[in-house]
């Protein structure tokens, strides 16, 4: 089984509407052989285009939270002290602010009065589904939770798993924005990155970081540079660094409203359009394909 | 006063916002840049960077001679981060939160402060406003206990810039605003960065995921009781579905930036925005002020408030 993982370190190039239109380039050539995967938990979209029917949908339980019972509270403040993470505020009564608590459990070791529960923490769903594009494994992480990387390598293992129930050859990923703790997650046993870049001053920025963390990894990458026309001179820096770095270059896609059309329309951009701009997306998408064969 | 500019989905024009606010906002002001992972607001208003320090986070380090294999340390532990495998104990310091608890809970002592780096600390001055931002190491997870950090540098900086203004003891005179450029997203790191807030603008785009993601970005911050607002980047293009929300919420519009070609190519040549046009720089000072005007009425309501006990009336 392969795992293509679509990154980008900065958000908002393309990742999503790419990987939607990925899916349906693989699906066309054979259905039912690639699961698909939501990995940007924090603020999942890939269902906007693939409207999948939930077959399967579970809670996320990760992590602990740290409750005062006020009845038992003797008000000492070594709770308040010894946090770390300034969640323990003391006026008027001590009480722990959900959203700073890290679950450590450190509070509730060391009160002396046995004032604090340790609860679990029920931080988000998670659900197999059915697409037109094939299997698709997705989550949402609830609002403001943290434990993000470890809802993505739960989505990773249930993805792994489907893949091999129903025999598919690959498992596509969009991947979450940035470089931290869920992008960490995502890139653990992926084949290839596809990195989504966009020829602006914070595009190259941030594809520098993230090709950094790939090698960091040892994971094999390739650069599609969206938008290629707003600036040919970053775009032509692009594929200066992707030579520099021995990358793959799979491409140049131009800047184009048909984007959004099709993701109004609740489609991929390469079953919307037929024309120039899908040509330059199964070209990728076929570049992208020559390169597994090198991997796999 | 501590302006936010946030968002759920990623590349909607925080940067671009963020920049050109800093740029017209003639009142003393720092620009912090948040968005450790990926931080990209110097990027624009390109600083002249005064100094950087490296930060670090508390992991345990364990002295051998001293230590009893009690296994106290790995039983109290929620992250894995120390493990009692028979007779071994192992750390692991890249899963440590820095909570410290290994070392209040050692019976022996025998549990130091090692460092694990996180990335750095770096401040400068962009022309009339002073800068400052993180930038998280590549290769580790957390962010925010990087963003903590920046955030106690920050306080320090705000001090700094009081006193310098004030006259000798009164700092309370000119106290610099702070415009923080946020992470994308709404789980923990975005929600560390918004939190100390006193308002909170969301920047969006007329587009599916755009709308989504604001949606997500509206509840997850709607439990701090911060004023919020709204501004729609490349409005023109997509449909109407994030007039209708906003409608809905009652979030008020702050400002639309035009979906223009020439706009977006400014932007990937690295112009701050409101730079490039007068109708632009309008646009922006018009955002300022309203933002300006949305936090007085929260300051005014805390001066009433001291009017009042000062008076002797009960509030």
């Given amino acids: ?296 | 006063m501590i302006l936010a500019v946030a968002s759920g989905k990623g590349g909607t024009g925080k940067t671009t916002v963020s920049s050109a606010l800093v740029s017209v906002w003639n009142r003393t002001r720092i620009a912090c840049d948040l968005d450790v992972e990926e931080p990209n607001l110097h990027l624009f208003l390109r600083p002249e960077i005064t100094g950087t320090e490296k930060a670090g986070l508390a992991v345990p380090e364990i002295d051998e001679s001293k230590c009893s294999k009690c296994g106290k340390c790995s039983d109290l532990c929620q992250f894995k981060a120390i493990s009692l495998m028979g007779e071994l104990l192992l750390t692991f310091p890249e899963m440590c939160h820095g909570c410290g608890g290994c070392m209040a809970i050692c019976p022996e002592q025998a549990i130091g402060k090692g460092f694990r780096e996180l990335g750095d600390t770096v401040w400068g001055q962009a022309g009339e406003s002073a800068f400052l931002m993180g930038r998280l190491r590549v290769g580790e997870a957390m962010s925010p206990p990087l963003m903590r950090i920046v955030k106690e540098k920050l306080k320090e900086i705000t001090a700094q810039m009081s006193r310098e203004q004030g006259d000798g003891d009164s700092v309370s005179s000119v106290i610099p605003d702070v415009i923080i450029d946020a992470p994308p997203g709404v789980s923990c790191p975005a929600l560390n960065a918004v939190s100390d807030s006193d308002f909170i603008l969301l920047v969006t785009e007329p587009t599916p995921f755009g709308v989504y993601d604001l949606e997500l970005a509206h509840e997850a911050f709607l439990p701090l009781h911060k004023p919020m607002g709204v501004v729609i980047n490349r409005a023109g293009l997509g449909d109407n579905a994030v007039y209708e929300f906003c409608a809905d919420k009652e979030l008020q519009i702050m400002a639309e930036i035009p979906y223009d070609r020439g706009i977006a190519e400014n932007y990937a040549s690295g112009r701050i925005i409101s730079d490039i046009s007068p109708e632009m720089h309008r646009l922006f000072s018009g955002l300022a002020g309203k933002i300006r005007i949305a936090c007085s009425h929260k300051t005014m309501d805390n001066l009433y408030i001291r009017a009042a006990i000062k008076g002797g009336n009960r509030v």
């Fill in chain 1, 1 to 296: 089984m392969f795992e293509i993982l679509v990154l980008s370190g900065k958000g908002g190039t393309g990742k999503t509407s790419l990987t939607a239109a990925f899916a349906h380039l693989a699906a066309e050539k054979s259905m039912g052989d690639t699961v698909i995967c939501d990995l940007d938990v924090d603020a999942p979209d890939l269902h906007l285009i693939l409207h999948p029917q939930q077959t399967v949908s579970e809670d996320f339980v990760s992590g602990h939270e740290a409750v005062i019972l006020e009845e038992k509270c003797e008000q000492c403040g070594i709770c308040t002290d010894m946090c770390h993470f300034g969640a323990v505020s003391a006026t008027p009564l001590p009480r722990v602010n959900p959203m700073k608590c890290e679950g450590c459990k450190v509070c509730v070791t060391f009160c002396p009065a046995q004032a604090i529960a340790f609860r679990p923490k029920h931080c988000g769903e998670w659900y197999l589904s059915e697409s037109r594009f094939g299997p698709m494994v997705h989550a949402r992480l609830f609002p403001g939770e943290e434990n993000s990387g470890r809802l993505v390598s739960l989505l990773k293992q249930r993805a792994k798993e489907l893949a091999e129930q129903k025999s598919c050859s690959l498992v596509l990923s969009d991947g979450p924005p940035g470089i931290g703790c869920p992008v960490i997650s995502s890139l653990s046993g992926a084949s290839l990155v596809v990195n989504v870049s966009e020829p602006t001053p914070s595009g190259l920025h941030d594809l520098e970081r993230v090709t950094e963390l790939c090698e960091h990894f040892r994971i094999p990458s390739g650069v599609i540079i969206n938008k290629a026309d707003l600036n040919e001179k970053i775009s032509t820096r692009i594929e200066e660094f992707c030579a520099e770095k021995k990358m793959g270059f799979l491409g140049h896609l131009p800047h184009n409203p048909v984007i959004t059309e099709a993701m109004i329309r609740g489609q991929a951009v390469t079953e919307y359009e037929s024309k120039d701009f899908s040509e330059a997306v199964r070209k990728v998408w076929n570049t992208i394909s020559e390169m597994k064969g090198k991997y796999q």
